[in-house]
Each structure stands twice: as C-alpha cells, then as structure tokens.
C-alpha cells in the first residue's frame, strides 16, 4: 500500500500482520530486549519490511541499528523511514544519490486523543482541518495532520539532526490529490509529500530528492 505515496526510485515494504517467521540480528535483539511483546513484534516486522525494501536495492541483509534519538541507522549508500501502528508496519528506502531524506508515518483512520490536536495545531490550522471535515466528510483530518506532522519530523530529524516541534510545522493538506505541502517555521523550509487513507489508516510520505533526480536541495534551505 505504501508504494502508491512514494516516488519509483524508493524501494518500501508494509506487512498488516506480523510473521511469525520474522527474525532480527543479535544486535537487535538487543535493543528491544526490555520491551513488550507489542513493541518488540512492531520493531521486527518494521525490521523485516526495511530488509525487504532494501533487498530491492540489491543490498544484503544486515542489522538496522538505533540512534541515541531512536533514528534507524541505514547501511552506508541508503536513507530512509519505517513507521508502525496498529495493524500496520511499513518502511521506505532509497539510495542516498536518489533521496536526501524519506519520512514515512502511519496512524489508525480516527479520532485523535483528546486535547493532541490542541498541541500540535495552531488555531488557524485546525479551522482549515475542521473545514476539511465538512467538506469532505470520511477521513479523520486532524489524524491526518499528525501523521503528516510525524513524517516530516522524521524527514527533518535524517536531513539535519534536529528535532522539529510540531507548532513548527504548518501543513496544507490537498484533499483531492492526495498530496500536502509542509512549511517549516522559522528556516522556510517547504516539504512536499503524499497521502493515503484506505482500510482504516492513514500514510504519509516525505522524500527529499537526492543529487541524481534534478534535486536542487530543499526549498528555503
Ligand atoms: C519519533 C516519532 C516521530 C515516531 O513516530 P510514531 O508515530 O510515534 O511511531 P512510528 O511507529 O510511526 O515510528 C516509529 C519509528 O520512527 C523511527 N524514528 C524514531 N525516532 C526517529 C527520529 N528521531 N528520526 C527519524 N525516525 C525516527 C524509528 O524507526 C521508529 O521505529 P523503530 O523503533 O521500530 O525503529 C514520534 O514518536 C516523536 O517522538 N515525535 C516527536 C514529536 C512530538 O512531539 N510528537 C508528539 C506531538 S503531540
């Protein structure tokens, strides 16, 4: 499902289920050797989905590590982006000639948690949200904010190392299109990115093209 929100150049995998087969590397192991069995079974299918994209790529498999801020540590030459929710994993992939930066996001197609919205959207943003959901009715929009919000926070966080808080990030959402565009407060940064809403989720996409697409960098960078 993924693959209709990214660009052919980015390899991805999603997995509705967890195989029962799924194995990590010892190094991963590793990592989430405290963790509950729904974290740790997130973790390996989001593990299995990003070997399997980067299968596609043509790379062997090998141990996808974990930064100090939680960022997945690609293989030398490849960037990119894994996401789990409930009832879904996924990840995206790319060479890193082809992508500067992907940020993948997944959320259940519902209500948010109270008082998030409040948090993550300043007044302006969430009237456009609320007149989204008038007009058009069936998709949870201020879910769908967020979701944007998180794939543009993982994007950022690969391009810069920064975190970005989410009433920096101003998001216009194109509900017929399936396409956004973010704005970063602040730098001027413009991130463009695609989304989907189909069997109860919601996915969103940022890839920030690399040197060989006609990538001239991030615009306002
Ligand atoms: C990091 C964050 C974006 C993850 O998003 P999420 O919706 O909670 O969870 P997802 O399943 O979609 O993504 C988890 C994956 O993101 C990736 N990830 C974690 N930290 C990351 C970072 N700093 N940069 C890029 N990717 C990151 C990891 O691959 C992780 O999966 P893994 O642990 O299995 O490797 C989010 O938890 C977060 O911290 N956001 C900070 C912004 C914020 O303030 N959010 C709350 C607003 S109310």
Redesign the pocket.
Known sequence: MIERILPRHVACADAFEDPPDARLFPEEETIVAGAVTRGRL??TT?RVCARSALAMLGREPEPIL?GA????LWPAGTIG?????RGYRGAAVAETRHARSI?V???PDEPMPTG?FE??SPAGERREIRRLGAEHPGVHWDRLLFCVK?SV??AW??LTGA?V??TDVGAVIDPVAGGFVARLRGSGTVLPGRWLAERGLLLTAVVVPGSTNGARGVAGE
């Open positions: 997130e973790f989001g974990r801020a939680g960022q997945p982006s894994i996401t789990h929710c940020g996001d997944a959320e998030t948090k993550i998180e926070y993982k966080f690969q975190a808080p989410f």
